[in-house]
């Protein structure tokens, strides 16, 4: 056992019973640049304000959690994956506050729910629109594999080599302002008006200071009725949009402080696609997209794991062919983290 | 200890989704004409702007030597381009004889809209590219993103809604 390791016993946090806080906190840290990307829930024009699924640690009984991102746009990419500019002079950004809370349920199971409040503001050369409203709630089930957290400081047997697993289910419900709602114009869209429901997995393992971790997730849309665009009432049609996909790999360094605070740095990429929608049983040409993103996360966590406070930035690839159908943006992130 | 759960949960979604009925439970009934905004039936309000090369056009001016207009509310954002795509690719080869004009909202002057069309692409498109410099066509209208207007001879509206594919156009054409 390390010096380290010694340190962190005295306080009542050595060994096992360290790694349930540590992997929790590492796992919140990627829950977090996985929920980064999140580009069809963050334009103003193609729908926003999806907020992150939370992770509590194992020890956590319930958490709060308060978030802010700040997207900006940066021209977009076209069904062919071409880079386009912005309209000249534009100056579009969404702003997102994110409140959060999880409860233990079970020895491995908890639930979550965030709302995001969503602020946009859309600068052009003729008009200067900003709007504030809710955005989609997200309310999540997650399960845990495992009783005993797998986090190791060496490999000493295969037992050693075994990974932390969740599987979760979120459900995101259309709390914001959509094109279907009492919205006149796209530059209040704060939602995408469709319930969607998620399935996700994801593998985390942590060797100390170094964690490697990949998360799966596929979501189905419910199709609805719509009556009305932007404030028209139109001829009633059934629209459902396109299936998600997504995939993210994470990989994290923790520094450990004199003080046992850590300070975790993980670097995320990230890809997403989502299909076409369709609109009375007909596909919606200006539907489906895909986005890929690296992000990187700074996170800070005291002694005993209570607290948390995250620093991140997620840029998408602009690369000709990293994306398609869908705005290129960069997304600052900050937040902090209360575990009870 | 499952009503210490549900509360913050339903608090939480009672919060978000307070006001936002019509999404959380979307309702299919037929509301047309029961708001004061343009719909099919109405006459379209007449409107005067230039295109991205500096030439005046008129509504009824566009509708002297055509059998009808159609209009798609442009800000230069990749539903847009899907759209405008779609158009070009289908309705717009089909029906020469029917104006298809771009309304770029969005750009304040000719020479924005002239720049925002070339970046995207669409100046030397078959689209006439009109720029609505004080938006006051868009309000006109209670246009936004997306929103497709056909307009006949008559002056008559024929669909006043989002574009959503080729089919629901050539609907729409077919009736001018």
């Known amino acids: ?340 | 200890m499952y009503s210490k759960i549900a509360a913050p949960l339903m608090a939480l979604t009672l919060l978000a989704g307070c006001g936002m009925m019509d999404d959380m439970a979307p309702s299919g009934a037929d509301n047309r004409g029961s708001s004061a905004a343009l719909a099919v039936g109405d006459m379209a309000p007449e409107f005067t702007m230039p295109d991205i090369w500096g030439q005046t056009h008129t509504l009824s001016g566009q509708l002297a030597n055509k059998r009808g207009v159609v209009l798609y509310f442009a800000m230069w954002c990749p539903i847009c381009d899907s759209h405008m795509q779609s158009i070009m690719r289908g309705p717009l080869k089909n029906h020469p004889d029917v104006d298809f004009l771009i309304v770029d909202y969005v750009s304040g002057t000719v020479e924005g809209g002239k720049q925002a069309a070339m970046a995207g692409g669409y100046a030397q498109s078959p689209f006439i590219i009109l720029v609505d410099e004080r938006q006051k066509v868009m309000k006109s209208f209670g246009a936004t993103m997306g929103t497709t207007v056909v307009i006949g001879k008559d002056l008559v509206i024929r669909m006043i809604e989002d574009y959503k594919s080729q089919t629901q156009l050539e609907e729409a054409l077919a009736g001018l």
């Open chain 1, 1 to 340: 056992m390390n010096v380290r390791t010694h340190s962190l016993s005295r306080l009542g946090l050595g060994g096992r019973n360290v790694r349930p806080a540590l992997a929790g906190f590492v796992i919140a840290a990627l829950a977090l640049i996985c929920s980064a990307p999140a580009p069809a829930q963050a334009g103003s024009c193609c729908g926003g304000g999806g907020g992150a699924a939370l992770v509590l640690p194992k020890s956590g009984e319930w958490m709060l959690d308060v978030s802010f991102n700040m997207e900006v746009y940066d021209g977009y990419w076209n069904r062919e994956g071409k880079i386009l500019p912005d309209a000249p002079g534009s100056d579009l950004k969404q702003f997102r506050l994110n409140l959060g809370y999880a409860k233990r349920i079970a020895d491995r199971w908890q639930v979550s729910a965030v709302v995001p409040m969503v602020r946009n503001e859309n600068y052009y050369e003729n008009s200067r629109t900003t709007s504030f409203d809710t955005g989609d709630t997200t309310i999540s089930l997650l399960y845990e594999t495992f009783d005993v957290v797998t986090c190791v400081w060496s490999v000493e047997s295969l037992e050693d080599l075994v990974p932390a697993a969740y599987l979760g289910l979120v459900f995101t419900i259309p709390t914001g302002i959509s094109p279907f709602d009492d919205a006149e114009r796209s530059f209040d869209v704060t939602g995408r008006g469709f319930y969607r429901l998620d399935a996700s997995a994801s593998v985390e393992k942590t060797i100390w200071p170094w964690t490697l971790a990949f998360s799966y997730s596929y979501g189905i849309h419910m199709e609805r009725p719509v009556n009305r665009e932007y404030g028209h009432w139109v001829e009633p049609y059934n629209k459902r949009l396109g299936d998600r996909r997504s995939f993210s790999l994470s990989g994290g360094y923790t520094y450990f402080m004199e003080t046992d605070d850590t300070i975790t740095f993980t670097i995320s990429y990230s890809d997403l696609w989502e299909g076409t929608a369709m609109i009375g049983g007909e596909p919606d040409p200006a539907t489906g997209l895909r986005k890929r993103a690296v992000s990187g996360v700074l996170a800070f966590s005291n002694m005993d794991k209570s607290f948390m406070a995250k620093l991140g930035y997620s840029q998408a690839v602009k690369q000709e062919g990293w994306g398609e159908n869908f705005p290129i943006t960069d997304i600052v992130t900050a937040g902090v983290t209360y575990v009870f």
